[in-house]
Structure formats: C-alpha cells, structure tokens
C-alpha cells in the first residue's frame, strides 16, 4: 500500500520537475495575486498588514485550485481516465498518492508564497512554529479535499469551472481558520492560533476518511 | 408511480389550494393581526418569512441526503433501480435552493432594518450563504448530462459528502463570529416570541412547509417527465442506429 | 475452454448516446479477433465495455466469468487496454513511463527495457521525453506498456495506425506470441487486407451491434 | 427605508419569487408532458430532435 503511494506520487513529481507547470507557471501566478492585492488595497500599509494572513490564504486558495486541475488534467491525456481507472494500484493509494503529491506541490508554492508575503506586506512573525504548523496543516486541508473534489468533476466536460465551485465552497473553512491562525502567528491580533490549525488537521482528517471512501466509487461514476 | 403526462392530481390540487389559501391567511396574521415588536416595532413580521424559510431550506437538504443515502444504499434492490430517491434527492435541493434564496432576501432586509446593514457577518447568515454556494453546485453537478443511474450516483455522493461539511462550516464560522463579537457589542438580540406572534410564527412555518412540499411533489414529477422523454429519445436513438444503411448511412459521423 | 468473453444482447449508453445497441459475442481464449465497422459503429466501445469502463444497461454480459454488470472493475487486472489516443504522461521519458507501469502491474523495472526492446524502440529514444517523440514511437511505447504487464486479454484500439510496415510485422508477431501462450486478443481496425490474415476471426460492427460474425475456424 | 417599507418589499419579494417558481414548474411540467403526449404523433423525428436539444 506503502509502495504504491509513493510510486504514483514519485510519478507525478517528476512530471512535475519535467514539466515545471507548478513552480514554473502557479507559483508565480500566485505570487502575482499578492502583488495584484496591493494593487487592489492601495498599498495601504495598515490595511495590507492586517490583512496578511488572509490574503495570503486567498492566493494559496488560487494556486491550490489550480494544482488539483493540472494533477487530474496529466491523468486524462487522452481525454478520458481508462489508464488511470485500468491502473492496477489499488484505488486507496490512487487517491492517498494524488493526495501527496499534491500536498508536496502546495507545500512548495507555500515556501515561496511566505516570504513574498511578509516582505511585500511587511509583517513580522513571532510565533514561528505556529505558522509552519498552519501552512502546513492547511496544505493537507487543500490537497485531500481537492483530490476528492478534483476526481468528482475531473471526468466531465466543464471540469475547469465546475472544479472551484465544488472546491471552494468546501476548502471556506480552512480559510477562515488558516487566515486567523496566520493572524495570530503575524502577531496582528491575540487569537486561538492553535485551535485554529487544530480544525484544519480535523477538516483534512473528515475528508480524507470520505475520500478513502468514496474516492473508488466516484472514479467509476463519471 | 403514475405515468400522469401533466404534473397535477388530485393530490397536487388540494395541497396547492390549501397552500395559497393557508398563504393568504398568513399574510393577513402576519401582517395585520399579530402586534409589532416592542424593541423591534413592524420589522418584526420579517421573523415570519425568515424562520420559516430557513426552517424549510435545512429541512429540504437534510431530505436530499437522506434521498441520496437511501439511493445508493437502496438502488439494487429497488426495480426502478432507486431512481425514485435520486429525484427526490434533485427536486428537494433545488426546492432548497430556492428557500435559502429566500432565507437570505429576508435576513439581508430584516438585518437591514435592525442592524443598519444588509450584511453583518452574523453567524448563521454566513452558514446560509456558503449552504446555498454548495447546493448551487450540486444542481450544476446534476444537469451534466449523463445516464442517470451515472449521474444520480454521482450526485448522491456528492450531497452525502456536503451535509457532512454543513457542521464543519457551521462550527468554523459560528467560533469565527462569537470570537469577533465578544470584541464588539452584540446587537439585535431575539426579540421575545409570545403569545400571538408565537402562533403567527408556528402557522407561517405550517403554511411554508405545505407550500415546501407541494413544490418538491411537483418538481419531483417534472422530473420524472424528463426521464421518460429522454427514455423515449434513447428508444427512439437505438432504433435509428440499428437501422442504419451500410452505405452512407443516416446517423453519421457520431462519435462511436 | 471456458470462454473469455461472453455478450448477449448488451446495449450500453455513453452520457445520452446508445453506443451499443444490442451486441451478441462469444470469445474463446487464444483467439484473435479483428473487429471491424466504420467510424461510429461501436468498436472502441465494445472494446471499453470488455475492459469494463462503460455501464452495461441491458443484456448479460461476462468476462472471464465476472458478472459485468454487477462488479466490472473485477477483470481489469487480467486486462490491458490500448485506447484510441496513447494515454501516455508526454512529460515522463519512454523507459520511465513503462518502468512506471511495469511497478504499478507488480512487475519489475527491468521488464520495461524487455518490453521496449520487444515493440522495437530504438534504445537511444528511451531517455528521451515522449512528447518529443513521432506518433510512431509513442504509439510503440504504448504497446509496450500494455506488454509488460503481460495481460491474458488484450484489448487494441486501431494498433497499427501510425506504425510503418516494419513494426506492424512486429507488432503482428508479438500479438501472434501473446494468442499462442494463451493470451486472448480482441483489436479494432479500419485496415482490413493487413490485419485479416492475422487475426483468426472477423466481426464486423454496424450501428452498434455486430452484424457480420466470420468465424473463420 | 422605513420599518413598514422594509417589511412591504420582504413579503412581496418572498411571495413574488415563490408564485414564478411555482409557475415555472408547472409550466415546465406542462410543456413536457404535452410533448410526450401529444407530441409523438404528428412531430416528425426532426422537430423531435430540436426540442431536445434547447431543453437539457
């Protein structure tokens, strides 16, 4: 099981090196978004200081979105999914090993997003470990649900506007609760930080027991 | 089932001439007999349409995942292949849909009015609005057009999973707001339901309950008239291809 | 010899379109089928209803004696499917793409030289990315990844298209070697002449059904 | 906007919104069940294939 998991997530990690689309092509965009922000709030510098940490959240929410299309787009070369449905890795790792790769590739956009947003915005951290704990836990919030989302409509036709109207509705908590942990780790305000990054584990926890699932099922389905 | 070609029977028309009649009375109660609000003085008669609808709303869509749970669980046994819950699992989101819709007019002017703003963050109104983003998306899941065997698997999973995240949301944002109002002053408190307006309420939310279910029976049928027809087209697509002329034949160039 | 594949009367639907409309077929094992018809008489779809990718609404339908319409996903492991469009990652190198899938049937890295060699991949292409490869050699590193996992059913979308004379003898050979070790072939393919003397039986399809059943033995 | 006025436009827009949903269905349903009961007779296979394509 072990095995299959990081065979298929190695795969998709060194399509990934090849291709350069996360790295090359999301991070950047993602960094524009933050950039763009400023734009949008006037480089108002009180304004972009409290707003950090959600905006911040807004951008990864953007990059996470479009991972997960591309991590189904190079499974349906042909334009359908018969090699990834005739594979014969047990489903459980199909999905677990989507899932990690896509968290390593979340993780990375993160380490480039951080400090493009404490140096544009200007912020400090002083809570260190609780920021690292958040990015990271907000990253398997992302990668599970947009697995288990990106599989539901990445068969269909209209799968590139279907996929964030299912996703993002679902991924609204994890950013409410990234933002504020963020906040408290920025030191912008005295809040629970830790519960917050808390409720991520346990919404990233709730999916991935759905996906493990329903992953199987709805792979058939479409 | 009856294969009734309209979607009105007996049934139908008596719960429709109960609802408008029962309507009307609640306009009557709740506009002109029940009394204002000490604190809140006319805005108060929101409460009728507002509590009722999210009442009706969260009833449908626990309605779409017991459907859709009873489907998938069901489908084999049933010989219609529990296609009946799948579209009792569609015509009740949408039927949701609309009723959060308008849980949502009615909190925006209600809040309007006692808070001085459309939107003011409050807990359950945020829950509302991301409960009405999810469904959107389940009936724009339920249009693709598929086998519906296909299609109502699909959807059922997918509303299965989304009333799993309507607690999730509910926590996440209910922590979010008291968090930021302990901050602020708490304002517009329940103004107290007693006596008439009590009643009021119990018969307003009788009276959208009716109306609630005679629209799910109607949009039920509609959708059971859409399969027919598109049964009928299947039939009638089959038959077409198996006679289909060796030489250039009528049906060309579809995808095989 | 239990048969392999056994339809009766199947019609399936593909979104709101009947693909098959009432298909009857048996085949034994170490037969090679050609399936013939014109663009749109059903052929990639009876080939994917085998592979068990699309619903069965009506008929029976079995292979290797699974129930089709009840656990379809049972005989994919014994299968190996070559689509229409060579579903292959353009970013991987030709000998990772079937190293990949070589590990991912349980097999061995070093199968997938094996089976490049066999499909006739020049080795100095296999370090190179598919996408930078002609049709001809993508179409042969995706024969080869269905080889390495050495299926008992072989399901082949048009095969030889995009192959030059040399490697469709090859590839004839090898699906010849794959029906005399036991291996069951159905393939699919517009040119008649070359494919008919290889293959042991002509089933011609039309409106989706089959409509001309040669069975030449 | 006065409490009255507030009060005026919720229920009116409430009960506006539900009576053309109400028709909307009703009237779909119609449509259809006309198309399925009358419709296969006279209607050549080709307007037929128009109605479907404009519906779903």
Request: hydrophobic share 50%; proline share 3%; with cysteine.
């Amino acid at each position: 099981m072990l095995a299959e998991v990081l065979l298929l997530a190695r795969k998709d990690l060194r399509i990934e090196r090849r291709a350069k689309v996360a790295l090359g092509q999301v991070a950047p965009l993602t960094l524009l978004i933050v950039v763009v922000f400023a734009f949008a709030l006037d480089a108002n510098a009180p304004l972009l200081e409290i707003g950090a940490g959600g905006l911040y959240w807004v951008a990864v929410l953007y990059g996470g979105t479009l991972l997960t299309q591309r991590a189904f787009e190079l499974e349906t070369e042909g334009g359908n999914f018969d090699d990834f449905r005739m594979s014969p890795i047990k489903v459980h790792s199909l999905f677990l090993g989507k899932s990690l790769s896509l968290f390593i590739q979340i993780c990375a956009l993160e380490l480039v997003l951080t400090p493009a947003v404490l140096l544009l915005y200007d912020v400090q951290v002083t809570d260190w470990l609780l920021l690292i704990a958040a990015g990271v836990a907000g990253a398997v919030a992302f990668s599970v649900c947009g697995v288990l989302w990106g599989v539901m409509a990445a068969g269909l036709r209209v799968r590139s506007t279907l996929l964030p109207l299912l996703l993002i509705p679902v991924l609204a908590p994890v950013l409410l609760a990234g933002s504020r942990a963020f906040e408290t780790a920025l030191g912008i305000r005295a809040d629970a930080g830790w519960s917050w990054t808390s409720l991520m584990f346990v919404i990233a926890a709730v999916h991935t027991v759905v996906g493990l699932a329903a992953f199987g099922f709805l792979l058939e389905e479409n | 089932m009856d294969d009734s070609k309209m979607t009105a029977t007996p049934l139908t028309r008596v719960l429709g001439i109960l609802g408008i009649v029962a309507g009307v009375l609640m306009a009557v109660l709740g506009l002109f007999v029940s009394p204002p609000d000490v604190v809140q003085g006319e805005a108060v008669r929101m409460l009728y349409l507002h509590v009722p609808s999210i009442w009706i709303a969260y009833g449908s869509f626990v309605l779409t995942s017991v459907s859709s749970l009873l489907f998938l669980v069901r489908s084999r046994r049933r010989e219609d292949g529990g296609r009946h819950y799948d579209r009792m699992a569609g015509s009740a989101a949408e039927v949701g849909v609309v009723f959060t819709g308008l849980t949502l007019i009615t909190g925006m002017l209600w809040g309007k009015v006692t808070w001085g703003t459309y939107w003011q963050w409050d807990a359950r109104l945020t829950t509302t609005v991301l409960l009405f983003v999810t469904y959107l998306g389940y009936l724009a899941l339920r249009r693709l057009p598929a086998d519906p065997i296909v299609r109502g698997r699909r959807a059922a999973v997918m509303a299965l999973i989304s009333f799993i995240n309507v607690p999730i949301v509910h926590y996440s944002v209910d922590w979010w707001r008291t968090l930021h109002q302990k901050a602020s002053l708490s304002v517009g408190r329940r103004p107290e339901i007693t006596g008439e307006m009590y009643w009021t309420l119990l018969y307003s939310a009788l009276t959208v309950t009716i109306v609630g279910a005679w629209l799910i029976v109607h949009r039920y049928r509609v959708i059971r008239l859409e399969e027919i027809r598109d049964e009928e087209n299947l039939k009638m697509l089959i038959s077409s291809r198996r006679h289909e002329r060796p030489t250039g034949s009528a049906a060309d160039g579809e995808v095989s | 010899m239990s048969a392999v594949v056994k339809f009766e009367n199947v019609v399936a639907v593909a979104g709101s379109f009947p693909v098959l409309t009432g298909v009857d077929i048996t085949v034994q094992e170490g037969e090679i089928v050609l399936l013939q018809g014109k663009n749109g008489a059903g052929k990639t779809s009876l080939l994917r209803a085998c592979a068990g990718l699309i619903r069965i609404n009506d008929g029976s339908a079995q292979v290797f004696g699974f129930d089709m319409r009840i656990n379809r996903q049972a005989p994919r492991r014994y299968i190996g499917l070559l689509g229409h469009e060579n579903n292959l990652y353009r970013d991987l190198w030709a000998i990772e793409h079937v190293e990949f899938r070589a590990v991912a049937g349980g097999g061995q890295r070093g199968d997938a030289a094996e089976a490049l060699a066999r499909v006739g991949l020049a080795s100095r292409l296999w370090s190179v990315p598919i996408s930078a490869l002609s049709a001809g050699q993508r179409r042969k590193v995706a024969i080869a990844s269905l080889i390495v996992n050495r299926p008992r059913l072989w399901l082949l979308d048009e095969p030889h298209s995009a192959l030059d004379a040399v490697s469709r003898a090859d590839l004839n050979a090898i699906l010849k070697d794959a029906a005399d070790s036991g291996a069951t072939v159905i393939f699919a393919s517009h040119e008649g002449v070359l494919s008919e003397e290889l293959s042991s039986r002509v089933v011609t399809l039309r409106g989706g059904q089959v409509v001309e059943d040669s069975s030449a033995r | 906007m006065s409490e009255v006025a507030t009060v005026a436009i919720g229920w009116g827009l409430t009960f506006v919104v539900i009576a053309t949903y109400s028709f909307w269905v009703v009237s779909r349903g119609r449509t259809i069940g006309r198309e399925l009961g009358i419709g296969e007779v006279q209607q050549s296979g080709q307007e037929q294939e128009s109605d479907l394509s404009t519906d779903n």
